[in-house]
């Protein structure tokens, strides 16, 4: 794993064939995709109302916002590759691959089990192999080298996943709902200015339901996503354009002030936005032509 300061850095958390176990297995949720392969061991995923006995070679995709933890069997070695990242990742492919709907799997099914036939395994395998080969290079061609094998992944699980995409997504609960609710509306309004009184007044709920049931949900606060998910946009103008400042980016992202900006920027990130911007430029991974 990489630390917090690699400039090419993209997956809210990544391990690849982890063995090591925590301290303790809890139920918890996150305002991220993940996807779930398991190599081998004995485990059963808890997924909501579900508990699902693993084998090796199954694959998990969650939308997040689901309860869900493994139950390990301790007698047997646990090893699984994992990833969780935010939906926004997917826009610095640019417009001609997002009409594939990479993330339709998510939105859709919102949480689905796959047991894959060997040929898939090993497909799988090949691509997960590649993820973490570019992924451990602090260099900006093997960063789009990665974006180029993450990409491969997810039309990986929308192939998987293409004879069950179909109807609208489902809620297990108020709360899952709720929370939803808030993440597609700072999702279409985090580069304005936002204060809880207006989320709380957009979505008519009280402003201390609003705060416990976001917090409850998702383990941060409001402000919290909302700076991330600022931060993460950032870093994909910066991918996308080398005519855009700091300055520029700070307010198209929804900040008020450059010094707030960078300081939050350098906090998630591990450098200034002025370095993040020098690093990737140059280099896109996409064009429009």
Known sequence: ????????????DYYYKWRMLPSRFTLHTHPRYEILYFHSGSCSYVLGDRVIPLQPGDLIIMNGMTQHCPKVDRS???????????????????????????????????????????DAQADLEN?????????????????HRLLMAFYDLLMFVYEQCRAEIGGRPRYKSDRERYAQQIIDFVESAYMTDLDLDRIADELHISRY????????????TIFDYIYKRRVNQAKILFFQSDELTVTDVCFKVGFKHLSHFSRVFKRQVGVSPDQFRKSVQGVHFVSNG
Do not use: W
């Open 1 to 12: 794993m990489l630390m917090k300061s690699h400039p090419y850095r993209i997956f809210t």
């Open 76 to 118: 047997s070695e646990y090893v699984r590759t994992m990833f969780s990242f935010d939906p926004c990742l997917v826009e610095i492919f640019g417009p001609a691959l997002l009409k594939c709907s990479p993330l339709q799997p998510f939105e859709t099914l919102r949480n689905h089990h796959i047991r894959l036939n060997p």
């Open 127 to 143: 691509i997960l192999e590649r993820i973490d080969r570019f992924y451990r290079l602090n260099d900006i061609v093997p960063h």
């Open 209 to 220: 339901h609003l705060m416990k049931v976001f917090r409850d949900s998702t383990g941060m």
